[in-house]
């Protein structure tokens, strides 16, 4: 499969363009998707869960602009808080 022609990764270029300004904030957008059909919510929540365990692969690529990141990610999958993790689509 070709990612880049995917929704998926046409929708984090969206996001990537949006991330990549100095006016970003994080609160700001964690209280937009309140505003979110609550479904889509959980949707959200799948979607982090499976950027948290991508990132926290030991095979994920770091350096020292991404490896905090990648440490509290890790942090997060060994920890076993995601094992039993079930967010059906309803």
């Not at 006016?23 to 929540?45: C, D, I, K, V």
């Not at 995601?82 to 309803?90: A, G, S, V």
Request: glycine share 4%; proline share 2%.
């Amino acid at each position: 499969m070709d990612i880049q022609n995917t929704r998926e990764y046409k929708a984090a270029k969206d996001l990537e363009r949006a991330l990549n300004d100095y006016g970003w904030n994080p609160e700001r957008f964690a209280e937009s998707t309140s505003y979110f059909h609550r479904t889509l919510q959980q949707e959200l929540m799948k979607t982090i869960v499976a950027i948290i365990k991508k990132m926290g692969a030991d095979d994920y690529r770091t350096d020292l602009r991404n490896k905090a990141a990648h440490e509290l990610c890790k942090r997060i999958i060994e920890s076993g808080l995601l094992d039993d993790t079930h967010l059906p689509f309803i």
